[in-house]
């Protein structure tokens, strides 16, 4: 069965720092890639997300992300957090075409940023 | 551009009682996958329904049931509420196909408490 994992559950970083959120991920098939995030009492909003072709995608809000195949990877980065970035962030998968598959979250890692 | 809908928002139930929530998909969207968030935790797959059928189960109690309707909205049905309950429950919506895949969309959920 496949199954995400995040390396970090809290993460603070100040106000500039540049972040990166570990994900790796187990399923040696096709996957489909997400990072979702979710601000304080709200619900869950797409950051970006990677199905095929370039494995380095962008995202909203400064946001990119890097599938690495042979690592079964798929890790969050900004360059420079701003305090508005505060929230909890989920990756997760979904395997596949055609059949409505489930998507799997990982066990997200929340962001505390300091102003 | 519409999005997904749920109702209510906010719930309280006594236990033993019954619940019902309820999901209104993005238009055109033949997929809806229903979560549970704890405090504190990562959303929790409960069930999903492709074109008014179940397409994948995940940890849903016994007491709970769900269906999708002709008009592709979904009920999530939940009886003998324990305090356990209590939670953010979400539903997600996307459309599925033989060759492409697309994101899942998530509703602003439906917080359940139960006492």
């Known amino acids: 069965a496949q199954s995400v994992s995040q390396h970090n559950h809290h993460v603070i970083l100040s106000e500039a720092a540049s972040l990166e959120l570990g994900c790796n991920y187990s399923?040696?098939?096709?996957?489909?890639l997400f990072w979702y995030v979710q601000y304080p009492g709200q619900h869950l909003q797409l950051l970006l997300k990677?199905?095929?072709?370039?494995?380095l995608v962008k995202g909203i809000k400064g946001f990119e992300a890097e599938f690495i195949k042979s690592k079964f990877s798929f890790n969050l980065r900004k360059p420079s957090v701003q305090w508005s970035d505060t929230a909890e962030y989920f990756c997760?998968?979904?395997?596949?075409?055609?059949?409505?598959?489930?998507?799997?979250f990982g066990s997200g890692t929340r962001l505390s940023i300091r102003p | 551009a519409a999005g997904v809908i749920q109702s209510p928002r906010h719930l309280i139930k006594e236990k033993r009682e019954t619940a019902t929530l309820k999901c209104y998909p993005i238009?055109?969207?033949?997929?809806v996958y229903w979560y549970q968030q704890g405090p504190g935790q990562d959303p929790q797959f409960l069930i999903s329904?492709?074109?008014?059928?179940?397409?994948d189960k995940g940890s849903i109690p016994d007491r709970f049931s769900a269906q999708q309707f002709s008009d592709y909205h979904s009920e999530l049905n939940m009886s003998s509420l324990e305090l356990g309950d209590s939670a953010l429950y979400f539903c997600?919506?996307?459309?599925?196909?033989?060759?492409?895949?697309?994101?899942?969309?998530f509703g602003q959920g439906t917080r359940l408490t139960v006492v």
């Open positions: 329904f492709y074109e008014k059928m179940q397409s």
């Open positions: 997600a919506s996307s459309l599925t196909s033989a060759t492409v895949n697309t994101e899942a969309f």
């Open positions: 997760a998968v979904n395997v596949g075409y055609s059949s409505a598959s489930k998507i799997i």
């Open positions: 990677y199905f095929s072709g370039d494995p």
């Open positions: 399923y040696g098939g096709t996957v489909n």
């Open positions: 238009p055109r969207h033949d997929t």
